[in-house]
């Protein structure tokens, strides 16, 4: 597909150019919430939408733990927390 190899370039430069600013920074990542409820998870993010817009995007990372049959799926949202100097 056209401009497909373009798009690639891009994603993987700013996935580069991410883990250089977080290795240059020291910290870690704090989970602010976590649930096996998808409501709640949805509900969770429109309110953290809304509550905090001027945080970096960044700075946050969300995972979702897939669950199998004996396992619920896991959502997890965790924000960077750099160390004081």
């Known amino acids: 597909m056209p401009g497909q190899r373009k798009r690639k370039w891009r994603r993987e ?4 150019r991410l883990k250089a600013a977080y290795e240059e920074r020291a910290g870690h990542w704090e ?4 649930t ?3 409501a709640e998870w949805r509900d969770f993010r429109r309110r ?3 509550e905090f ?3 970096d995007p960044s700075m946050v990372r969300v995972d ?3 669950g199998r049959l004996v396992q619920p799926t896991t959502y997890r949202m965790s924000v960077f927390v750099p160390e004081p100097e």
């Open 13 to 16: 430069d700013l996935q580069r």
């Open 31 to 34: 989970v602010v919430f976590q």
């Open 36 to 38: 096996c409820d998808e």
């Open 48 to 50: 953290f939408a809304s």
């Open 53 to 55: 817009e001027a945080v």
């Open 64 to 66: 979702m733990l897939c």
